[in-house]
């Protein structure tokens, strides 16, 4: 049974930092390409980034190119999504999901594209 179990979630001024966690256990995090997405209030989830199972192909959202990062650490199958320069319109809950598929990376924008989903963590981002 795969599970996923994300952290780091708060609350932050804008143009602050925080750096989400997603925990992979039941199978190595290597069998997966990861991705992030985020629901805003009353909104769909929508996509924030993906990476393959390396750590070297990743793709970003247009709303977070240059603020976000997604990363890896396979040794310890964890995911990583560190935000900086934070905006109130970042506030939203986070998802950490996987894939068990092989495909481009840019491939993974959308929700169906993916297996397993962690419960999310609250990001709030406010004076």
Request: aromatic fraction near 14%; hydrophobic fraction near 35%.
């Amino acid at each position: 049974q795969v599970q996923l179990v994300e952290s780091g979630g708060g609350l932050v001024q804008p143009g602050g930092s925080l750096r989400l966690s997603c925990l992979v256990s039941g199978r190595p995090a290597r069998a997966f390409t990861m991705g992030w997405f985020r629901r805003h209030p009353g909104k769909d989830r929508e996509f924030v980034a993906a990476i393959k199972w390396m750590g070297v192909d990743t793709f970003h959202a247009d709303s977070v190119k240059g603020r976000f990062t997604i990363s890896r650490d396979n040794a310890k199958n964890t995911v990583y999504l560190q935000m900086n320069f934070l905006k109130p319109e970042d506030t939203a809950t986070y998802y950490c999901a996987a894939a068990g598929t092989t495909a481009p990376v840019t491939y993974y924008y959308t929700e169906d594209r993916y297996d397993y989903w962690g419960q999310g963590t609250q990001v709030n981002v406010s004076y």
